[in-house]
């Protein structure tokens, strides 16, 4: 089956790079057409939008209007457009310009201005006005988002939205704006899993992982987390997975099923999926810091209500269709899933525990650790 599916996507990918090669702009942020509330694609769903969130006291949007709109450019790495990334940028366009009723227009950019760093990067410098990206990336400008990688410091959706919810949670979002961007909220798109080829073999335990060269999402405690697992660990730009697949260079990949399902193909490549749900992996919404305090007070309360009810939205959305991932990975690629036992959990929590303790005791954000184990022990 994925030997003939193989060549419909190789076909796909060309007819793709036709069409990329036809457009000369190289940038085009995406058609208001095809990325609009209409789909019936649940893994592109944004909610019913209707009016904002309470009373709009604050009307003063300057001077735009929808004859002058704002224009906003928001850049994701992916270009897939059901992609996670572009589903809570078209999620948090939609509420905007529904809300300011068009004096705001957000163009979404899918894509096409380099990878998740260069974005991080263009955002803090002002280039791109705003960005979609993974905390382990943001991590290398704010350390403090490495406490989100440490493997079963949260370890199920009322953690997530127990910590969510909480002071310190606040107090993360507004630490990142010392790089030069604002952080408007965060989507958890679900757990991590590890995903292995047909050569590698499933891993059910934390024997059988031993050695294995797992492809991780760039981070040093991630490094940390699949060391004491006894793996292999080596970090890939996401360009990278499916080339490192493809030549047997990595035996397999860390990854949520949603973006497995969404990753341009690795699926065609990956024969096993244990359930360890090692670490909850979360998206940030990211705007330039002097975009931000330069908009007026009307659009700029519109910009962050619409980045908090999107990501909420999508979290809820993400965590309801996760097994609805998990069966299409099942039914349309053959991949064979293995939850494993409460025993081989324990096992991996039990390796993980001296990154945690190490990271409380020498990190300069352990104390948010200790605040977010806390939080999680009363559930």
């Known amino acids: 089956m994925k030997k003939a599916l193989s060549l419909v996507l190789v076909l796909a990918v060309f007819l793709a790079l036709v069409v990329t090669a036809c457009d000369d702009s190289g940038t085009k942020p995406a058609s208001s057409d095809s990325i609009g509330n209409t789909t019936t694609d649940k893994l592109m769903d944004i909610g019913d939008i209707t009016t904002a969130p309470g009373e709009q006291e604050d009307k003063d949007f300057g001077n735009y209007t929808s004859e002058n709109p704002l224009k906003l450019k928001l850049a994701t790495m992916q270009a897939a457009e059901r992609s996670h990334l572009n589903t809570l940028a078209v999620a948090f366009k939609e509420r905007v310009e529904i809300w300011s009723e068009g ?46 990688d440490i493997g079963y410091l949260i370890r199920d959706y009322d953690d997530v939205y127990d910590v969510m919810a909480s002071d310190i949670w606040s107090e993360m979002l507004a630490e990142f704006s010392d790089t030069g961007a604002s952080l408007l909220a965060l989507q958890c798109i679900g757990f991590r899993t590890l995903c292995t080829t047909e050569k590698a073999g499933p891993v059910k335990n934390k024997a059988e992982l031993a050695n294995k060269t797992i492809r991780i999402t760039e981070g040093e405690v991630f490094i940390d987390d699949y060391k004491a697992w006894g793996a292999a660990p080596v970090s890939l730009s996401a360009a990278e997975i499916l080339p490192a697949l493809q030549n047997g260079t990595i035996d397999g990949v860390d990854h949520v099923p949603v973006t497995l399902y969404t990753g341009s193909g690795q699926y065609e490549y990956i024969s096993y999926v244990s359930l360890f749900n090692q670490a909850a992996h979360f998206n940030g919404l990211t705007i330039n810091n002097k975009v931000l305090e330069g908009l007026p007070s009307g659009i700029r309360k519109i910009i962050e209500d619409a980045a908090y009810e ?52 020498s990190h300069k954000f352990g104390s948010y650790a200790e605040a977010i184990r806390k939080i999680c022990a009363d559930n």
């Open 103 to 148: 004096a705001v227009i957000v163009d979404v950019y899918m894509g096409s201005m380099g990878s998740d760093r260069e974005i991080v990067d263009q955002v803090i410098a002002g280039t791109v006005d705003m960005g979609v990206n993974n905390t382990a990336i943001m991590a290398n400008y704010n350390r403090m988002f490495d406490v989100l």
């Open 310 to 361: 999107a990501a909420e939205f999508r979290t809820k959305a993400l965590e309801k269709d996760n097994d609805t991932y998990i069966q299409k990975l099942k039914d349309e690629w053959d991949i064979t899933f293995y939850t494993p036992t409460r025993e081989e959990i324990d096992e991996m929590i039990d390796a993980v525990e001296p990154v945690y303790d190490n990271f409380v005791a």
